[in-house]
């Protein structure tokens, strides 16, 4: 399974096995969060799902 991470200057969301050196969206270099669900509230690690509590602004949605 491959972690779902999210850009912390302009929220872009994808799944990789490490966060990229450089963000593809804005190709700035920022620190990227591990939003992959690993609770029961939005359907633990096997459902490939996001934690909406993690993500930078909800209102973004997936970019991929």
Do not use: H, R
């Not at 872009?12 to 963000?23: G, Q």
């Not at 804005?26 to 490939?48: I, L, M, N, R």
């Amino acid at each position: 399974m491959k972690t779902t991470w999210s850009c912390s200057n302009c929220g872009y969301v994808l799944e990789a096995d490490t966060p990229p050196e450089k963000c593809p969206s804005c190709g700035q270099q920022c620190a990227f969060t591990d939003v992959t669900c690993y609770t029961p509230e939005c359907g633990g690690p096997e459902s490939g799902n996001i934690d909406p509590k993690l993500i930078n602004t909800p209102e973004q949605g997936i970019k991929q």
